[in-house]
Nanobody, 125 residues
Framework: QVQLVESGGGLVQPGGSLRLACAGSGFSLGYYAFAWFRQAPGKEREGVSCISTSDGATYHADSVKARFTISRDSAKNTVYLQMNSLKPEDTAVYYC??????????????????WGHGTRVTVSS
């Protein structure tokens, strides 16, 4: 019923940009907080960016602040992650997650009920 599908990943050179998309179906996007998580090889999953439903406030991990932007288009049931000035350390599988909540969190991973299957981002020369 509820489904999240990520897209937009790929291979990019350092300093390049990518835009990830998370398309939701089976629910009204406006009631949900969304977050992007990533998991690099051999590392734990970490929060990247999230957006709240209450006021549209956004939050970013320190490692991506000023480089990444999360946004939402409720009419299209889609959340985006614009990634600029990409670095090799950004290489990971990126996951979209959602929870029916007014607020988002980058640390409380277990709160997110719905997850996509991930899209791979590789930053390499």
């Amino acid at each position: 019923q509820v489904q999240l599908v990520e897209s937009g990943g790929g291979l990019v050179q350092p300093g390049g940009s990518l835009r990830l998309a998370c398309a939701g179906s089976g629910f009204s996007l406006g009631y949900y907080a969304f977050a992007w998580f990533r998991q690099a090889p051999g590392k734990e999953r970490e929060g990247v960016s999230c957006i709240s439903t209450s006021d549209g406030a956004t939050y970013h991990a320190d490692s991506v602040k000023a480089r990444f932007t999360i946004s939402r288009d409720s009419a299209k049931n889609t959340v985006y992650l614009q990634m600029n000035s990409l670095k090799p350390e950004d290489t990971a599988v990126y996951y979209c997650a959602a929870v029916k909540s007014l607020y988002c969190s980058l640390s409380l991973i277990s709160a997110y009920r719905y997850w996509g299957h991930g899209t791979r981002v590789t930053v390499s020369s």
